[in-house]
């Protein structure tokens, strides 16, 4: 740690996802024909409605503070959202508070729930954010390694494992960034159980719940008991589904006593969210026509994941990779094919000599696998694996020779 710098900072980290999209944008700049598989967002524009209500919000002098929870608009539309997605489920307004973005609602909770002494159990392969914002609340992130066999998902036997009388929290992520792994009614229901038993919370980050490959949206902790909801945040927003990243609007369900406590932290580091963003947020929300234009996207997504999936069966049998059941996310196995250095030196490796940048698993906590991102179109996906194809049989080839 840099000398006269807080100790909040002891074990903060830049975080790598961010510094792969510099890099490649950097080598981009410089005239470099590079492919960018490491961003985490959808390569599409925001739906035209959701913009215009932005623009005709500026118009209206919607330029001011909102007030510190957000909109009561907004508010009324996610509650309406989240109890459609659960079979009209009743999801009172007053518990949600609108974030700035949906990394903000995983801070203000895990700054409202957590503290010094206290340990949070985060499966893993997990998002970057996730340790460092536990580490920020003085509590101790406990990586609980996912099954290879079983998506990288978390049974209740390993959280069990790992499981202490400081263990205050759980945090799940489903889809899964990022590993695109989804957790079915039934597996959650299990691990929410467990942790009820357990009095632990759950930090539900279900941001990608729409862009999910079943016939409807990804199980929800709302799809539980009453009783499993006690102890339990619901992370939800605009960002992923609705192409809106750049807005910055998330949101969160909580307890009454615990969104009370999120909101005086928000009052007293970002306030509201911008009032523009939020009236195009419950345009997205409440729009039919941006409903359809997320079907598009999603089917979209889906169409470069059975792209993906096809190319590594068909050319690279032996490389082993997780089946994405949801977000934009796919998530392969290296090990076997690097001598050393992990997932960094084969993405270091790769960009040098294809120009093709995805994000090393070690940012996500297990360094014998790569993310690559699906979220851009499928012509520039094809060009990335005609690339990446000959890299990997390649060093697949060298591997063989000097076993």
């Known amino acids: 740690m840099a000398e006269g710098l807080s100790e909040n900072l002891a074990y903060l980290e830049p975080s790598q996802t961010v510094a792969i999209s510099n890099e490649a944008k950097r080598r981009k700049a410089a005239g470099e024909d590079v492919i960018d598989l490491g961003v985490g967002e959808p ?6 409605r959701a913009s215009q209500a932005g623009i005709a919000a500026i118009n209206r002098g919607k330029t001011h503070y909102a007030p510190n929870a957000g909109i009561p608009e907004l508010r009324t539309a996610i509650a309406a959202n989240l109890s459609r997605m659960s079979d009209g489920r009743a999801v009172n307004p007053d518990n949600i508070i609108i974030t700035t973005g949906a990394k903000q609602a995983v801070f203000n909770a895990c700054f409202a729930l957590f503290g010094p002494h206290d340990k949070v159990l985060i499966p893993t392969p997990a998002w970057v954010s996730y340790p460092q914002i536990v580490r920020l609340s003085r509590a ?15 049974s209740v036997d390993d959280l069990e494992r790992r499981v202490d009388k400081l263990t205050k929290g759980l945090i799940l992520n489903s889809p899964c960034n990022p590993t695109g792994s ?11 159980e467990w942790a009820h038993g357990h009095g632990i919370w759950v930090i539900s980050d279900e941001i990608y719940r729409l862009i999910s490959y079943g016939s409807k949206p990804a199980a929800s902790m709302l799809d539980l008991d009453d009783e499993l909801l006690d102890r339990a945040v619901i992370i939800y927003g605009a960002s992923k589904a609705y192409a809106m990243t750049g807005w910055r609007i ?5 307890p009454t006593h615990l969104f ?4 005086a932290i928000q009052s007293h580091t970002t306030s509201a969210a911008s009032q523009p963003s939020q009236w195009a947020a419950l345009e997205a929300f409440t729009s039919d026509e941006v409903q359809a234009d997320v079907v598009k996207m999603v089917a979209a997504f889906r169409e470069r994941r059975d792209y993906l999936v096809r ?3 068909e050319e690279m049998p032996g490389v082993e990779f997780v089946e994405p059941h949801g977000a934009f996310y796919f998530f392969f196995r290296i090990d076997t094919l690097v001598a050393d250095g992990g997932s960094q030196r084969f993405c270091h490796d790769l960009m040098d000599q294809t120009g093709v940048a995805l994000v090393p698993g070690a940012a996500f906590g297990d360094d014998k696998w790569v993310r690559l991102s699906y979220a851009v179109s499928l012509a520039e996906l094809r060009d990335a694996m005609d690339r990446i194809i000959p890299f990997i049989q390649e060093l697949a080839s060298t591997r063989a020779a000097y076993a």
């Open 140 to 154: 101790e992130p406990v990586p609980v390694p996912g099954d290879p066999e079983w998506g990288l998902k978390v």
């Open 250 to 254: 998330g949101a969160a369900l909580a």
């Open 311 to 313: 190319r590594f069966r």
């Open 43 to 48: 390569d599409f524009v925001t739906p035209a």
């Open 260 to 263: 009370q406590a999120m909101s």
């Open 182 to 192: 989804v957790y079915t009614y039934s597996e959650l229901k299990a691990l929410a």
